[in-house]
Structures are given as C-alpha cells and as structure tokens.
C-alpha cells in the first residue's frame, strides 16, 4: 500500500488551523481559504449522551482494573514490591513499543471494527489491557470527538471538558469502590471486576454504533513498513511541540500516586490526611474542566495553553522552594510541596485541554490515530523514567532528588510550549494596545520633544 500524502500547513496567527475533518458524505476533505468547511456536525444531544456512557464505561472499567491489580497482587504477594514493580514496568513498556502500531490500525481500520476489537481486548484480554486503553483513548477521545464536533469548535471544547471530567470521576471513585469490595474478599472483588467488564461490552458497543456515523473509512491493508513514516512524521509536525510538551508532564512523582503517597506516609501523614489532600487535587483537576474552556473561548487555546502551564509551573517551583527550606522539618517541608501540587493541578489538566485541543484541529483524519498514539508511547516512556527515578534514589529522604526532576521536567515543557507560541503567534506576550510598540514609540518622541523644550527654556 503506498504512503498517503500528508501536507504540512503551518496555521494562520489568528484562525486555528482545522485539518483532517472529514466529509461525512463524499468521503473527502475540502478546505477554503485556511479553514475546513464540514458539511454535517453530529453533535446532538443523543450522540453526545451516547458517546459519555461509552467513555464512562471503558475509562470506569480501566480505572477500577488498574488500582483492583495492585490489590490482587499484594493479596498474593504480600511481603515484596517486586511484582508490582515488574507488572507496571511491563505495562509501560508494551505501551511505549506497540503503541505506534495501535495508532497506525486506528488510521486504517473501520471505526466501529476498531472500537469493537477494543471492547474485546480491554474487557476480555486482561494481558493487553493497557494496549486497549491506549487504543480507545486515541480513537474516541482523538478521533471520534472530532468527527462529532464537525465544525461547532465550542461544542469540541465542551465535549473534551467533559469527558475529562468523566475521567476525573473515574479517576477518584474507581479505586475506592474495587478497595471497599476488596475489604470484603479479594475473591469477590475478582469476581465484581469480571462481571462489570463483561457485562459492559454490550452497552458499550451499542453506544459508539449508535452515534451515526454515516460513513465509516473504508479499510486498508495494515502495512508495517509504514509506521516507520508515521512515527517520523510525529517529530515534523508542526504540532509537535505542545504535544511533546504535554508528554513530558509525565515525567513527574508529584502526582498523589503511589510513590508520592508512600513518601507523605513517610513524613508524618496518615492515611485520613493522604485522602484528604488526593480529593483536593482532583477537585482543582475537575475545576480545570471548567476554567480552561472559558479560558479558551476569550483568549483562544494557544494563549490558555501558556498561562496555564505558567500557572502550574510557578505553583510547583513554589512548593519546591518551601520543601527546600523547611528541610529539617518533615511535615511542614512535606505540606508546602502537597499546597504547590494542589494547585497545580488546575493548571495542568487545563493545560492537557488546551493541547489536546490543538492536536485535534491540527492533526490531519488520515495521521490522527499514529500521531495521538506516539504521544501516549512519549507519555509513558516518561511515566517509567519518574519510577526509575524513584528506584534510583529509593529512600525517603532521597525523595527531594525526584521532586527537583519533575520540577525540571515540567520547566522544560513550559520552554518548549513556549517556542510553540512564539512560532505560531511571533511573540510571546500579548501587550494591551495602551502598551504596544507603536504606543510606546510615539510616547517616548512626545517624552523627547519635552525634554527639547525645557532645555529651549
């Protein structure tokens, strides 16, 4: 099969570049001008509402998998980590190897054949399950969102607030519903995790089929010696950097996650306290929904993007400063850090909607599923580097090494993103008008002329 033709647009200053958006009808894309003109939004509320259960069932089912395996193996392996270590190790590594090949198979599959395939996969294949995560984010929150949106960009933005609130919910509620079932029997919860994943194919499928599409893509011969060619063309993509920028947010331990919960268990924290504070984090992420699309529709998505990846870098160097500071008192040193990663949260979700955004008006139909795909195998290369980091420098009061690593790594993503902004826009700040530089020259020649005056006098 020969490579498809992939041109590469850089976007006007002003009008967001809207590629790949297909034309549900003939089957092509048509561009105007440096616009897509989509024929056919399907964004009514009923295929709306179909695709949040689909996107509800599949991310609550992953979620409750990934905390309920932790459980499972501690029940078998009580005494050691090593198990542990080793299933989240490999999980990362199948994802950052066969991830390109899952997004290539989104680009060249029938859409509903791919989803299917995925709701066996996730639900049936527990072995390739992160695989299958990966697969179905990229296709439906990459791809089918925007075949969706059509040409309503508000309702694209609202649709990916949304569903990043549903992963938000998922996020919170799924560990603790599979820990209380666990609490009764690790059997039972087995048990519980089986049938629900079962159980929800169906209503899944029937979800995303009943979205309407009206024409799928016609299938292609999956041909490996292209994904060589999509994999580089992720690196010469104009998009390339908030992509990249958003990865490298991965690599971090301040995350309320495993290795930041066993270090604040370390310092003095208790359980109630550890809870506590996760439930703030995520109310900041789930406030995020809401500030980043309001944010976008007044300043647009590439500005939203750079002042809220500001904000979480200044909350994250602030708390690192009072970590630092306060080294001789663990508590006191360990909550100035939880109150700067709190509130970065607010910035970084809304910063991951704001690239998000990007990519899916900038990525073209025929590359979207390789591209999105390559960047999930970025995320979670940099996901196995923060817990080398941790292995590294293993003991808690080595902890401080981690902590100025990920600050280091989400400085790098601000620069990046900001080589993004400045070639895209041709400045980084915006000045009001009152400041400008034609503003500011003729002040400065009125400034002159009074000098000149005074000294005539």
């Known amino acids: 099969m020969a490579a498809r ?18 034309n549900i009808e003939a089957g092509v894309s048509t561009f105007s001008g440096d616009e897509y003109h989509h024929p056919e939004s399907h964004l009514s509320t009923r295929n709306v509402h ?44 199948v994802a950052v190897v066969f991830a390109s090949a899952v997004g290539y198979y989104i680009d060249v599959g029938n859409r509903l054949q791919v989803c299917f395939n995925d709701l066996l996969w996730q639900h049936l294949l527990a072995c390739v399950e992160k695989l299958s995560s990966i697969l179905n984010m990229v296709s439906v929150e990459k791809d089918w969102v925007v075949v969706v949106a059509g040409t309503d960009h508000a309702g694209l933005r609202r649709l990916n607030a949304q569903m990043r609130g549903i992963d938000l919910v998922c996020k919170l509620l799924g560990p603790l519903f599979i820990a209380l079932i666990d609490g009764i029997s690790t059997e ?30 016609v299938a292609s011969r999956f041909d490996w010696s292209l994904l060589t060619v999509h994999s580089s063309y992720y690196f010469r ?89 306060f080294d001789s008192q663990p508590f006191l040193s360990a909550s100035g850090l939880v109150g700067g990663v709190i509130l970065s949260r607010l910035g970084l979700r809304g910063f991951d909607l704001c690239a998000q955004i990007l990519v899916q008006e900038g990525i073209e139909a025929e590359a979207r599923g390789s ?42 993503a601000v620069l990046l993103y900001a080589m993004f902004v400045r070639i895209q826009r041709g400045h980084l700040v915006h000045f009001p008008s009152c400041f400008g530089p034609e503003r500011l020259h003729r002040s400065g020649e009125r400034a002159l002329e009074r000098i000149s005056s005074f000294s005539d006098i």
């Open 371 to 412: 591209f999105s795909s390559t960047e999930a195998a970025w995320q979670n290369l940099f996901e196995i580097c923060s817990f080398v980091s941790t292995v590294i420098f293993s003991r808690p009061d080595q902890f401080k090494w981690p902590v100025l690593i990920s600050v280091i790594s989400v400085a790098l």
């Open 188 to 217: 039972t919860a087995i048990n519980v995790n089986l049938g629900m994943n079962v159980c929800s194919v169906v209503v899944e499928y029937y979800s995303i089929a009943k979205v309407g599409l009206q024409v799928q893509p």
């Open 50 to 93: 179909r695709l949040y259960i689909s996107h509800f069932l599949s991310t609550w089912n992953s979620r409750v998998f990934e905390f309920g395996a932790v459980l499972y193996l501690a029940t078998v392996y009580p005494r050691t980590l090593l198990p542990m270590s080793v299933y989240a190790l490999a999980r990362g590594l």
């Open 237 to 325: 993509h104009p998009y390339f950097l908030p992509s990249f920028s958003g990865a490298l947010l991965y690599l971090t331990v301040l995350s309320f996650a495993g290795q930041m919960v066993t270090w604040l268990l370390s310092t003095g924290y208790d359980a109630a306290q550890v809870a506590v504070v996760r439930t703030l984090a995520v109310g900041f992420e789930v406030l995020a929904t809401w500030v980043a699309p309001w944010l976008m529709g007044k300043i647009g998505p590439t500005r939203a993007g750079l002042w809220l990846v500001s904000w979480q870098v200044t909350c994250l160097a602030s708390g690192l400063a009072i970590f630092w500071h």
């Open 5 to 22: 033709h992939i041109e590469q647009r850089t976007p006007d200053e002003h009008t967001p570049l809207i590629a790949g958006r297909e």
